[in-house]
């Protein structure tokens, strides 16, 4: 049996995202794309527009004997806010909704226990508004969008979005983060 398992996870800009899940030991590729909507073959200036339905998104591919589906959703759910309807900070629009694109039951009823146990547990004070579907097609982001933080850490975007989550989660996650 294969430990090689993938997930599709949209918690805002995808280049945020993508720089957090890179640093996981057990994680091994992050792709940003579009999930979730309906025009075949979307590019990022559809997207931003809002109106093709599709989220901005990573595709995690990771090998669960070093990582578990339930870990990836625990630093998923600490480093965005799922409790604001389409929207991240000043990211506003469907294509920045928290949302998560299962591949098998399993792992709906995993997300599904998840946040279940956050709203037991009162982790946020408000309701968490993440959507659990599931994975219809993937589409993969232009060229330019891999690795973005990577290739512009001096960029204005990278420097007040970017590093300050990235901070954050290394403050958290220091225990999983690859050496």
Not at 46 to 73: M, N, P, Q, R, Y
Not at 86 to 101: C, E, L, P
Request: aromatic fraction near 12%; include cysteine; hydrophobic fraction near 35%.
């Amino acid at each position: 049996m294969s430990n090689f398992q993938s997930v599709v996870l949209g918690g805002g800009c995808f280049w945020c995202t993508e720089t957090v899940f890179k640093q996981l030991r057990g994680v091994v590729s992050v792709v940003p794309g579009y999930a979730g909507g309906a025009k075949i073959n979307p590019i990022y200036e559809d997207v931003c527009t809002g109106d093709t339905g599709h989220a901005e998104v990573i595709k995690i591919d990771f090998d669960s004997e070093h990582i578990s589906f339930e870990t990836l959703l625990e630093v998923f759910f600490s480093v965005h806010n799922p409790t604001t309807l389409n929207a991240q900070g000043h990211d506003i629009g469907t294509q920045y909704r928290s949302v998560i694109f299962f591949n098998n039951p399993e792992q709906e009823k995993i997300a599904r226990a998840k946040i279940a146990q956050l709203t037991t547990e009162e982790i946020y004070a408000d309701p968490i508004v993440t959507q659990i579907v599931p994975l219809i097609k993937f589409y993969e982001a232009e060229e330019y969008h891999h690795d973005y933080f990577a290739k512009n850490p001096d960029q204005t975007y990278c420097q007040l979005v970017i590093n300050p989550k990235l901070k954050k989660f290394k403050e958290k996650w220091m225990k999983l983060i690859k050496n």
